[in-house]
């Protein structure tokens, strides 16, 4: 299965600085191919921990008695380490795009380009859907997430279109959503417009920037000291996260000093911004927007 091309493979494993008796977790396993390149560089006493919470990842699970695949989500990172026995790692590898095979999987409703019903759950146990954001949360409530998540301007009134709609007809598919709001959607941008809003309804139906929040906060306390920390995020609201994060320990504000100015932070920063080659965009197009930093545990 072509699950999904592993984006700037080298560059997130050699961040790692893989010994070869090390403990290792990637927490976003998808198809497997950041997974398989670090086991590759493990030792025999190596472990790898991989997180998915997606069951379609299940299928591309590696066969390799140093390797161990948990169908959760991330947010619980600490709590599953902990039950296999692992309180202290020396890496965390977190690529937090959606998989190819996401996108590519047209009932799922993650991409613009097929007719779906509205979908969008990473982890399809979940109650909360696309089609429950759209028809069941009330006018502010949708301009907020279009806003916050996918930030358009226009959100207000794509709200309100929203919410008029669907007094006349319940909006089950993507279709039925495009056509509702097709007066925002002018030709020459169409792609880029129907991503943001795509982009603002996944994020809130998955709770991806709480879950990249309550994921970062626990890295620090698994991560050994000199453990590394390598993130990929495809857009400005993961990044900017990511970055201050690092920066400051903190997702708002700055830390506080003490009498001569100085703080503390669980973490510094390794290198500076890293982002795809053009040979690497050419090959997946899918990496041309990825950025990937890279932080080492105090």
Do not use: W
């Not at 025999?44 to 390797?67: C, H, M, S, Y």
């Not at 502010?140 to 669907?166: F, K, N, S, T």
């Amino acid at each position: 299965m072509d699950y999904h091309n592993p984006v700037l493979l080298t560059e997130t494993v050699d961040g790692l600085n893989i010994k070869p008796d090390g403990v290792y977790v990637d927490v976003t396993f998808g198809g497997g191919g950041h997974s398989k390149e670090i086991l590759m560089r493990l030792g025999p006493n190596g472990k790898l921990f991989a997180f998915d919470q997606d069951k379609d990842a299940l299928e591309n699970t590696i066969d390799d008695v140093r390797f161990t695949l948990i169908n959760e989500n991330f947010r619980f990172l600490k709590r599953f380490l902990r039950f296999y026995g692992a309180k202290e790692v020396d890496g965390i590898l977190a690529d937090f795009g959606v998989s190819s095979h996401q996108f590519d999987v047209a009932e799922r409703g993650f991409s613009t380009r097929f007719e779906a019903n509205l979908d969008m759950r990473m982890n399809q146990d979940n109650k909360l859907s696309a089609y429950h954001v759209i028809n069941k949360y009330d006018e502010e409530q949708i301009a907020d997430v279009l806003l916050q998540y996918g930030e358009l301007r226009q959100a207000p009134a794509m709200a309100r279109r929203i919410v008029e709609a669907r007094a006349t007809e319940v909006i089950k598919s993507s279709e039925q959503l495009k056509d509702v709001l097709k007066a925002f959607v002018k030709h020459k941008n169409e792609n880029k417009v129907l991503a943001q809003i795509y982009q603002a309804i996944r994020i809130e139906v998955n709770q991806e920037i709480e879950v990249l929040k309550e994921f970062l906060l626990q890295a620090p306390e698994v991560l050994k000291k000199d453990g590394r920390l390598c993130c990929i995020s495809y857009h400005s609201l993961e990044d900017r996260l990511v970055k201050r994060f690092i920066r400051n320990g903190l997702f708002e504000g700055e830390p506080e000093r003490d009498v001569f100015g100085n703080y503390e932070v669980p973490l510094k920063k390794v290198g500076g911004l890293i982002v795809p080659s053009k040979a690497e965009i050419k090959e997946n197009s899918r990496a041309r927007s990825a950025k990937l930093r890279m932080a080492e545990k105090l």
